[in-house]
C-alpha cells in the first residue's frame, strides 16, 4: 500500500449505520468459490471495514455463519445478491429469522461494479483494519481482480459500498438547484417554469424506454453531474471509473 494514502486512527469514529454484504457459494470443495462476508460502519468521513469472514461451507453451516455475524454486529441492513445460490439463504433468512435482510439484484458485470465504487477509494473515503490478520490476504484479492482465480472479497466489498453510497440521501435542495442550472438553463427561469401549473413537468414515465433502478426498479431517473441517479431511493449510477486499486484504500 501506498503511505501516502494511508491513514491509521487510534479508534473507529462515531458509526452513523452497520450493514454487512455477502457474495455466497455452497459448496465446500477446495476448487470451488469462497463465501465472503463483510461487515460495515459509515460514519461522517467515510466506510470502515469492521470485519471480514472468508472460507467455504455447504448451505447449512453458512447460514448459521450468516445468522451468528448478524447477532455479533446487529447490522441494520444484511445484504445478499440475488442469484441462484443467494436466493435460498434470502428466503430462509427472512422467514426464520428477524434480521433485515436485503435481496439485492445485479445487472452489470463485475467490473463495472467495481468501477463504480472506485471513486469512494480514491476519495480516500474506506478505511481498513491495519492490525486484521486476514487483511493481507483480502488486499491480495482486490489487488488481483479481475485477473484472479477468485472474486469473492471484491463482490461483497463493491456490494456493500455501492448500496451504503446509493442510500445516503444526502442529494439535497441545493444539489438539485445546481443541476437544474447547469443543465436546463438559469436558475431563475427553471424555478419559474417548475412554479408554473402550464409549465409543470409531468412526473409521470414516459413511452420512451428508460432504464430501471437496480434497487428499486424505479424508471424516475434523474440525471446529475456524476452521472444517474434514482428519484425514488436515491441510488446512483457513476460514469465508469478504473476498477479499485487497493493501494489507495486506507487503514484504521
Not at 77 to 87: N, V
Not at 89 to 95: G, N, P, R, S, T
Not at 229 to 247: E, I, K, M, N
Amino acid at each position: 500500500m501506498s503511505k501516502t494514502k494511508t491513514k491509521t486512527a487510534t479508534a473507529l469514529p462515531p458509526l452513523k449505520r452497520i450493514i454487512q454484504s455477502w457474495d455466497t457459494a455452497f459448496k465446500s470443495g477446495a476448487q470451488n468459490d469462497y463465501s465472503v462476508g463483510t461487515t460495515w460502519g459509515e460514519a461522517e468521513n467515510g466506510f470502515y471495514l469492521l470485519d471480514r469472514w472468508k472460507g467455504r461451507c455447504e448451505f447449512p453451516e453458512l447460514k448459521r455463519r450468516v445468522a451468528a455475524s448478524a447477532a455479533e454486529w446487529k447490522p441494520s441492513a444484511i445484504l445478499i445478491e440475488d442469484k441462484a445460490s443467494g436466493q435460498s439463504l434470502i428466503q430462509e433468512l427472512k422467514q426464520s429469522t428477524p434480521f433485515p435482510v436485503l435481496a439485492v439484484k445485479v445487472d452489470t458485470d463485475k467490473i463495472s461494479r467495481a468501477s463504480a465504487s472506485s471513486p469512494l477509494v480514491e476519495a480516500g473515503k474506506v478505511f481498513l483494519p491495519k492490525d486484521a490478520p486476514w487483511l493481507a490476504d483480502y488486499l491480495y484479492s482486490l489487488s488481483v481482480f479481475p485477473a484472479g482465480a477468485h472474486d469473492d472479497d471484491v463482490d461483497s466489498t463493491t456490494q456493500a459500498l455501492n448500496w451504503m453510497r446509493g442510500s445516503n440521501h444526502t442529494y439535497g435542495l441545493l444539489d438539485f438547484y445546481k443541476e437544474v442550472a447547469s443543465n436546463q438553463g438559469t436558475l431563475a427561469q427553471q424555478v419559474h417554469a417548475m412554479m408554473s401549473p402550464k409549465a409543470a413537468p409531468d412526473a409521470s414515465p414516459t413511452s420512451e424506454e428508460v432504464p430501471g433502478c437496480p434497487q428499486c426498479e424505479s424508471t424516475f431517473i434523474q440525471t446529475v453531474p456524476s452521472g444517474k441517479r434514482c428519484g425514488r431511493c436515491g441510488y446512483a449510477f457513476p460514469f465508469p471509473q478504473p476498477p479499485v486499486d487497493p493501494r489507495q484504500v486506507r487503514t484504521w
